[in-house]
Structure formats: C-alpha cells, structure tokens
Nanobody, 125 residues
Framework: QVQLVESGGGLVQAGGSLRLSCVAS????????MGWFRQAPGKEREFVAA????????NYADSVLGRFTISRDNAKTTMYLEMNSLKPEDTAVYYC??????????????????WGQGTQVTVSS
C-alpha cells in the first residue's frame, strides 16, 4: 500500500506564505505524477497543481497561477507546495495525491489513485 502524509498547514494572514509537504511511503511505483487538491467547506474538491515524475511538466489552476509553486524531491519521495500571496479564498483542507499514469494534466480527483489525509490551511483577512 501507499501512504501519503501532508504537513505544513496552519493559520496565516492574507498576503502571507506557507509551504506544504507531502511524503510518500510504502509501495510506491517506478514513476508517478503527484498533485495537490483542496476542499473548502461545502465545496467540491478542486485541482490546485500537479507535477510529473521528472518535474518537467507542472500545471496549475488559474486561481493559483503565479502565486503557488509545486516541486518534488524524488530522493526524499516528497512533494512540496510553496504558497505565496495567500488570500482568504485559499482557505481549505489541502490534499496530496498520486497519479500512477504519471500525468500532470489530469484535473479531476477521480483520476488520482492514492490520497493523503489532508492538512488545513486557513487564511485570515
């Protein structure tokens, strides 16, 4: 089985920054893409960003483009999300996920195979 554990969430003022981490362990695959999703209360889980195994392809939701940066360190089986210029509307539980097809162009939660438990990000105005 694959385990994903997110960390780095917290409470921050608008305009501030946070860095999320996601560590993968267990039966990981040779190559896989990873992604970040978020879910606010009463809303659907939405795509935030994704990155292929090599890091050569990175995609972002329009709402975070230019503010968030996704990266990964395969030696540490860890993915990161650097979040800058945070806004109150970024408040949500953030989840990391694995896509076994190594595609960073899948934008729906159903396309991902393994999920972490999530980490809360709260941005105050």
């Amino acid at each position: 089985q694959v385990q994903l554990v997110e960390s780095g969430g917290g409470l921050v003022q608008a305009g501030g920054s946070l860095r999320l981490s996601c560590v993968a362990s267990g039966r990981t695959f040779t190559t896989y893409a990873m992604g970040w999703f978020r879910q606010a209360p009463g809303k659907e889980r939405e795509f935030v960003a994704a990155i292929t195994w090599s890091g050569g392809v990175r995609n972002y939701a329009d709402s975070v483009l230019g503010r968030f940066t996704i990266s990964r360190d395969n030696a540490k089986t860890t993915m990161y999300l650097e979040m800058n210029s945070l806004k109150p509307e970024d408040t949500a539980v953030y989840y990391c996920a694995i896509n076994k097809r190594n595609s960073a162009s899948d934008y729906y939660a159903r396309d991902y195979d393994y999920w972490g438990q999530g980490t809360q990000v709260t941005v105050s105005s």
